[in-house]
């Protein structure tokens, strides 16, 4: 059983920085996980993914300012924001996936569970 609880939202004024937790239960082998953000009115987007073997991706939007990692024993992911700008206002979501492959990373039709969000502001 999968289980994932996002922390560390909140509200920052611009250009200021946030580190977003997820922590994560269930197995771990070929896991790929992700954080995705969904501002009002908008669709979900990808933000940053890691795959099973440590490797990550990053939308073009947030390149050079948002950082993704893991801990060790792969239980909690983090997304490291710097330089926040509005447009990074968002309810932030962590998503999980097993056997992603070569599949789009930052889709969000490829990851099958999802936690409760964190929501951030930028003033």
């Known amino acids: 059983h999968v289980q994932l609880v996002e922390s560390g939202g909140g509200s920052v004024q611009a250009g200021g920085d946030l580190k977003l937790s997820c922590t994560t239960s269930?197995?771990?082998?070929?896991?790929?996980m992700a954080w995705f953000r969904q501002a009002p009115g908008k669709e979900r987007e990808g933000v940053a993914a890691i795959y099973s073997d440590g490797s990550v991706t990053y939308a073009e939007s947030v390149k050079g300012r948002f950082y993704i990692s893991q801990d060790v024993a792969k239980t909690t992911m983090f997304l490291q924001m710097f330089s926040l700008t509005p447009e990074d206002t968002a309810m932030y979501y962590c998503a999980a996936t097993y056997g992603l492959g070569t599949r789009d990373p930052l889709s969000r039709t490829q990851y099958n569970y999802w936690g409760q969000g964190t929501q951030v502001t930028v003033s």
């Open positions: 269930g197995a771990t082998w070929d896991r790929s």
